[in-house]
């Protein structure tokens, strides 16, 4: 019975007296001679956790109970209480949230409680600064969507600020971002991964909710209000069959792993790895000391405490209907008896209720007041008062870590010693309440330039230090991502501050060191950057410098060269070179456009060296567009010549440019500018511009083939394009990528390769050109063999002005 069980006693009581004057007329029977087809949504895939289901099907209780029942499978992506609420299944396992989704209207009803506490934990990796849960407050926590609110009351309970707790969904559900430093603890069944980590348990650390006072049930059977409506005897009828089957399954966990193993084994967990979690599973249940599925109240108000707190839900939700009531009233004597009983009972427990409520109230202040003084200790250590910002302290230990992490990812981070120029003189000349708005304002502004992920920690008086993590694996190109953040902070920092009565102008000076560096330590790393934000100090201020000199120079080049570029641009000194594309016949039948930038002290810059620079700079727009109207001008003159008039241009075409919302409109005003005709033109498109929102890809494409002009897929192979999305494109040509054809000749897989692109090209009905044919062999395979429509390469032609194009085929083998 029901109510022998421990302190739920005292709370059960007058919400039962509630549910018997309620009561609604006696059920009807089941009807069993027919089995009754019903179903039951899984909340996760297939495993011990379930095994009462399992076991009620293997050991004929369905079948008894007269029903039919289908076991559907749960996982990412599944719901399983939106399953049962769309009607997909009669029946479901929900966790503890249950009663969130009814306070919000949903009308579940709980059945019974198929694990008495929740499985869910946190898992840490020790070292890495984390030694308890108050080590996570403004770390990555990976959760799933079921447990985020169970974490998250965890995580409030224990201590640490809402502002502080960072939850971020688990997209990986093995251990790996967790032992690669990703995350600084993700949730876990303790009946589940604990068994992954054997024999290193000593590099892990465990949290349980449990420890914050938080003890939610686990697995909560569930139907809707409706079909309890419709088929009472059914509901009543798997509830207890499926119960049956837990009991069988705790008593024989062997039998139920194999069975498992035979007829459900969608994991891949091994027999060892099943029992383990029986033997958890059989922990969290305790059919020991609670009978299977009962639900005590008391603990229902428990976790709407839990959640109320978290402001989910009302703390006064009212938990009638929620609970099924397993021993309806049978007689009407029954009901008199229980009044009567209850009522004898209810005087004496009034007594006792009204003095465990005080004493509860009492216990509550206390420990209010005491999480209160912990929290506010915990925000004196970690956290500066003024900006709220972490401390130098916490900072470190950031540091830490990132530099940790950073030496496992080979991705390097940056850091940035700010200091603000004239800060005193501020202080000095308006007083230290407007020098402390002054420094809260900076505090807010610095949080607002970095990316989740980073830190902002103020060192004291104006000195700031911002952690930019995982940049780049190359150094060159991490640099440049810092400069470029660190010019924004620049920037923002710099314009005006409204303190008060106060519109206040400054600057800041920015030291900026890239890590990891050899085996530098954290101090060194502070040491750098301070070192280089001096520098940038007496280099006049509202700067950057960084730390390592070779770096500085990386980066003076590259602001020299974009300067340069944007010289160019103005004076439009870039131009294209011409590479001729022969067919089969040897006959020139178009060229392909390469853009070359004659430098004054550099020579001839090639691509490689200028466009990339040009994509990041957003340059390559008016660079794009000023080759553009070389090449339709180029056309214009060569449809002049009956030796020219038949040879088209093919121009390649950036992901940046090509996104541009004008981008047809200026390729067609640049051809009808010209008077060239468009059916000359081919625009090269690389796979990675595929990648971004492929319908507008695919609208611009039409739009501008409808005028004539053609589109050949580039570099094709060395991307990510899938049949699929080639089938979707309105393409005409598909350029085989030279690194294919380097190797035929060595490589059988390679001319394999060569091979199916251009099968794949007659399949799709694109012209097929090979580029990089330096030999004759390799001319013979792809033009002779399997006659690829032309090809392009130094053995047919380098790339060269546009006077020199018809020179030069004369030069080139027939
Ligand atoms: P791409 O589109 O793959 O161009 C072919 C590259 O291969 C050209 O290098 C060409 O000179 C080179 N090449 C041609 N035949 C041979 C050969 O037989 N052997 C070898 N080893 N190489 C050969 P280039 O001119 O340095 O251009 C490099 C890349 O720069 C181009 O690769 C293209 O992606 C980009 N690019 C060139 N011009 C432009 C342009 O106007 N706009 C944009 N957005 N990108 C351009
Ligand atoms: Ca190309
Ligand atoms: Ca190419």
């Known amino acids: ?13 007058p919400l039962m007296l509630a549910w018997l004057a309620l009561a609604s007329p006696l059920p009807a029977e089941a009807s069993v001679d027919a089995p009754v087809k019903t179903s039951v949504q899984l909340n996760w895939k297939h495993q011990f956790e379930f095994a009462a289901f399992y076991a009620a099907v293997a050991q004929g209780y369905y079948r008894e109970a007269g029903l039919d029942v289908t076991i559907k499978e749960g996982g990412p992506g599944i719901d399983a209480v939106r399953e049962v609420a769309a009607g997909h299944a009669d029946f479901g396992v929900a966790t503890s949230s249950l009663v969130v989704a009814r306070s919000r209207g949903l009308p579940v009803v709980a059945l019974a409680a198929l694990m008495q506490h929740s499985p869910v934990a946190l898992l840490a990796r020790r070292g890495d600064g984390i030694n308890s849960v108050l080590d996570l407050a403004d770390r990555p926590v990976a959760v799933d969507p079921h447990d985020r609110d169970e974490i998250e009351a965890y995580l409030l309970a224990s201590g640490i600020p809402r502002q502080h707790i960072r939850l971020v969904d688990q997209t990986d559900p093995t251990l790996a971002p967790l032992d690669e430093g990703r995350i600084a603890a993700k949730v876990i069944y303790i009946s589940n991964e604990p068994f992954l980590i054997r024999g290193k348990e000593h590099e892990y650390l465990m949290l349980t909710p449990k420890s914050a006072g938080i003890d939610l049930f686990g697995n909560i059977l569930f139907t809707m209000n409706r079909t309890l409506n419709a088929h009472p005897a059914m509901v009543k009828a798997f509830r207890e069959a499926t119960l049956k089957g837990l009991v069988y399954s705790l008593d024989h966990p062997g039998q139920v792993a194999d069975l498992i193993l035979q007829q459900y084994d969608t994991q891949h967990k091994s027999r060892a790895h099943l029992l383990f979690e029986a033997e958890h599973i059989r922990e969290l249940t305790r059919p020991d000391i609670v009978e299977p599925g009962y639900m005590s109240p008391g603990r229902w108000r428990h976790v709407v405490d839990v959640y109320a707190s978290q402001g989910t839900m009302p703390r006064n939700f009212d938990l009638t209907g929620f609970l099924y009531d397993p021993t309806p009233p049978r007689t009407p004597e029954w009901v008199a008896w229980s009044i009567a009983g209850l009522l004898l009972g209810l005087a004496a427990s009034v007594a006792i209720l009204l003095k465990v409520r005080g004493l509860n109230r009492k216990l509550k202040r206390e420990i209010a007041d005491r999480t209160q003084a912990e929290e506010t200790i915990r925000t004196l250590a970690y ?26 990812s080979g991705l390097y981070g940056a850091l940035l010693f700010i200091d603000l120029d004239n800060f005193k003189l501020l202080n000095d000349s308006h007083g230290h309440d407007t020098g402390d708005l002054m420094l809260q304002e900076v505090a807010r502004r610095l949080q607002s330039c970095i990316r989740e992920g980073d830190s902002v920690a103020r060192l004291g008086g104006d000195e700031f230090v911002v952690l930019i993590e995982e940049l780049d694996a190359a150094q060159e190109e991490a640099a440049n991502r810092a400069e470029i953040a660190t010019e924004k902070i620049i920037d923002r920092l710099g ?76 004076r439009g000194e870039f131009l294209f070179h011409y590479q001729p594309q022969v ?52 056309l214009r003159r060569w449809a002049d010549d009956p030796a020219t008039a038949h040879l088209s ?59 004539g002009i053609r589109f050949s897929i580039d570099d094709f192979g060395t991307g990510y394009s899938s049949l699929a999305y080639l089938k979707r494109l309105p393409l005409d ?82």
């Open 383 to 408: 956290f500066d008062p003024l900006t709220r910002l972490p401390n130098r302290l916490l900072l470190r230990d950031r540091l830490q870590q990132a530099l940790a992490l950073s030496r496992r």
């Open 733 to 814: 040509e598909l350029k085989i990528d030279r690194s294919f054809v380097a190797d035929i000749e060595t490589d059988e897989n390679d001319a394999a390769i060569c091979a199916t692109f251009i099968s794949l090209a007659r399949l799709l009905d694109l012209r097929v050109v090979a580029e990089g044919v330096e030999t004759d062999a390799q001319r013979y395979f792809l033009g002779i063999v399997h006659k690829c429509d032309a090809m392009q390469g130094y053995l047919l032609g380098k790339p060269v002005p546009s006077e020199q194009i018809l020179q030069n085929r004369n030069a080139a083998p027939d």
């Open 1 to 13: 019975m029901i109510f022998l069980f421990g302190s739920g006693r005292l709370c059960a009581w």
């Open 583 to 634: 067919d089969n016949h040897g006959r020139m039948t178009g060229v392909e456009a390469l853009a070359r930038w004659p430098h004054p002290e550099r020579g001839m810059v090639p691509p490689a060296s200028f466009i990339p620079v040009a994509e990041e700079t957003g340059l390559i727009m008016a660079i794009g567009e000023q080759l553009l109207r070389q090449a339709c001008e180029q």
């Open 495 to 570: 314009r005006t501050y409204s303190l008060g009565e106060v519109d206040y102008h400054s600057t800041a000076s920015i030291g900026i060191t890239l890590f990891p560096d050899g085996d530098i330590t954290v101090d060194d790393m502070l040491k750098r950057a301070d070192l280089a934000m001096y520098q940038a100090k007496s280099a006049g201020r509202n700067t950057l410098r960084f730390f390592d000199p070779a770096m500085q120079a990386a980066i003076e080049a590259r602001t020299m060269m974009e300067a340069d570029m944007r010289r160019a641009v103005t």
């Open 649 to 707: 241009i093919s121009m390649n075409i950036s992901a940046r440019q090509f996104h541009d919302p004008d981008f047809v409109t200026v390729v067609l005003a640049n051809l009808t500018a010209a008077g060239a005709d468009p059916a000359r033109l081919t625009l090269e498109i690389t796979e990675s511009l595929l990648l971004e929102n492929i319908d507008e890809t695919i609208a611009k494409m039409e739009a501008l083939k409808a005028r």
